[in-house]
C-alpha cells in the first residue's frame, strides 16, 4: 500500500467533480483515502478563489492544514483549484509551508505530481491547459444516490465582475456521448438524483456542435435506466428558449426547477455587468415559466452593490422580487476581483452599504419564501429520503429543492426507510424556507 492521502474541496460543486476524479485516479494508483488529515500523508486542499470570501477561507484552511505537519504525519502539502490558479507565483513566495501549487487543469495529473512532491520536489504548475476539459471516473463525496455531472469547463460570457473566464478559460463542452456514458455509470453505481452543471449549462455545446445542444443531452439522459431526478443548474436566462421549456414539461425525470441566475434587474447594472438580458427580457421569461402547465420553482442569484448601484437602482430590484417572486433565491455582497473591468468601475460602494443591502435583501426574501411555501401544504409528492433525525423525523427534499442551497422537507410517518429512497409525500405545513410532510399509507 502506498501513502495516506487525505483531501479537502472547498466551492462549488464544479470544484467537488474535480476533486472526486483526483480521489478516483490516486486510489487506482493504490493510495489510501482518509477524511481525517491527521492521519494523512499528503494532503491537498483544492480551492475556490471566486470571491473575496471564498479566498480567505481558502487561505485559511490551507494554514490549518499545515499544521498537520507539525501535528500530524503529513509529508506534503499540495494545493490546488482555482487560487493558485490566480495567484500561484504569489502564493508560493508568501507561504513556503506548501509544497505544490497546481491550477484547475492539472488534477488529472496528480498521481504524478503526489509522487514527484514525495519525492522531494517542489512545484508551481498553474498554467491553463485548454485542452482539460473535465470528467472521467470518480469517487463520489455526494451522498450515494446523488451526483453531479459537469458538462463543460470555462466560460466565454465574461461579465465584468466575474474572473471565471481568466481563471478556468473560454467554454469548452465535453462530448455528448462521453457524458451519456459517464451518466450511466453512474447510475449503474446507484445515482438516482443527476444534478448537471457548468458555468454556463445552457450554453452546452456550442463549440461542438455549432449550437445549443443542452435539449438534446438532456432528453439522452432521461433514457438512463436508474435516473429517477435529472436537475438543471445555471441556466442563463437569454438561452432559455422553448425548446428547453417544453423539455421541461415533457420529460417527466426533469426537475420542475429552473435555475437562471440574474444578477441583477435594473438595466444601467446590467450593462455595466455585461449581462445578455434586459430587465424586460427576463420579466418575459418569469411570465412565460409561470404560466406553464406544470408548475415549475424558479431560483436565481443576486448580486447587491455592485458599482453604481445608487439608491433607486437597489430599491427597483427589491420591487422586483415582490412582484416577480422566486422560489428560491440566493444573493452575495459585490466583491472587486482583481483583473476584472468592474474592479476598475467608478462608482465603488462602501462595504457597510453593501452589507446592509444585502441584508434587506434577504429580509424581503425571507418573507417571500414564507409565502410561497403556503402554496404547497396540501400537496402531495415525491421525496426524496437523505437522513433520519434522532427523533424519527426523516431531512428530505421534493423536486423543487436542489440540494444544499434550497430548503428542505422534513418528513414523519418513514419509519424503517432507507436513505436514498422516495417515498409519497402529503405535504402538511411550511415554515420560513423548508416545508413539513407526512407519509402517504
Not at 58 to 83: F, P
Request: aromatic share 8%; glycine share 8%.
Amino acid at each position: 500500500m502506498k501513502h495516506t492521502v487525505g483531501l479537502v474541496s472547498l466551492g462549488c460543486n464544479k470544484n467537488k467533480v474535480d476533486a472526486e476524479v483526483m480521489l478516483y485516479n490516486l486510489a487506482e494508483a493504490g493510495y489510501a483515502l482518509t477524511m481525517d488529515p491527521a492521519e494523512a500523508e499528503v494532503i491537498i486542499v483544492n480551492t475556490c478563489g471566486f470571491i473575496t470570501d471564498a479566498k480567505v477561507e481558502a487561505v485559511n484552511t490551507i494554514l490549518d492544514m499545515a499544521d498537520y505537519k507539525k501535528t500530524g504525519t503529513c509529508r506534503a502539502l499540495i494545493v490546488s483549484g482555482c487560487l493558485p490558479g490566480r495567484y500561484g507565483e504569489e502564493l508560493d513566495r508568501e507561504m513556503p509551508e506548501v509544497d505544490a501549487w497546481l491550477g484547475v487543469t492539472q488534477y488529472p495529473q496528480i498521481v504524478s505530481i503526489v509522487e514527484r512532491v514525495l519525492g522531494g520536489e517542489h512545484l508551481v504548475e498553474c498554467a491553463l491547459d485548454p485542452r482539460v476539459v473535465g470528467g472521467g471516473k470518480r469517487i463520489l463525496t455526494t451522498a450515494p444516490w446523488q451526483a453531479y455531472l459537469k458538462i463543460a469547463e470555462g466560460c466565454d460570457n465574461c461579465c465584468s465582475y466575474c474572473a471565471i473566464p481568466a481563471i478556468r478559460g473560454g467554454y469548452r463542452s465535453r462530448p455528448m456521448e462521453d457524458l451519456t456514458a459517464e451518466a450511466r455509470e453512474l447510475a449503474a453505481q446507484g445515482v438516482r438524483e443527476l444534478i448537471v452543471v457548468a458555468q454556463d449549462t445552457t450554453r452546452y455545446g456550442e463549440d461542438l456542435y455549432g449550437k445549443a445542444m443542452l435539449t438534446p443531452l438532456l432528453e439522452a439522459l432521461h433514457e438512463i435506466d436508474g435516473l429517477v431526478w435529472i436537475r438543471v443548474l445555471y441556466c442563463y436566462p437569454e438561452m432559455v428558449d422553448d425548446a428547453l421549456l417544453e423539455a421541461f414539461q415533457r420529460l417527466p425525470k426533469l426537475c420542475p426547477y429552473l435555475d437562471i441566475p440574474i444578477q441583477h434587474i435594473d438595466d444601467t447594472i446590467l450593462w455595466a455587468m455585461n449581462r445578455r438580458s434586459s430587465r424586460e427580457e427576463i420579466i418575459t421569461l418569469m411570465k412565460r415559466v409561470r404560466a406553464l402547465p406544470r408548475p415549475m420553482a424558479l431560483r436565481t442569484t443576486m448580486i447587491v452593490g455592485f458599482p453604481g448601484e445608487d439608491t433607486a437602482a437597489f430599491s427597483a430590484l427589491c420591487s422586483f422580487i415582490q412582484e416577480y417572486p422566486f422560489d428560491y433565491l440566493g444573493a452575495f455582497a459585490y466583491s472587486a476581483e482583481d483583473g476584472t473591468v468592474a474592479a476598475e468601475m467608478p462608482g465603488q460602494l462602501e462595504e457597510e452599504v453593501k452589507a446592509e443591502r444585502l441584508d434587506r435583501l434577504m429580509a424581503l426574501q425571507q418573507g417571500i419564501s414564507r409565502q410561497l411555501l403556503c402554496r404547497h401544504v396540501g400537496e402531495e409528492t415525491e421525496v426524496l429520503l437523505e437522513e433520519e433525525q434522532e427523533n424519527g423525523i426523516w431531512l428530505g427534499r421534493t423536486a423543487y429543492q436542489a440540494p444544499l442551497i434550497d430548503g428542505v422537507t422534513y418528513v414523519s410517518g418513514a419509519a424503517g426507510a432507507v436513505a436514498g429512497t422516495f417515498v409519497r409525500v402529503r405535504i402538511t405545513a411550511s415554515q420560513e424556507y423548508d416545508l413539513v410532510g407526512e407519509v402517504i399509507p
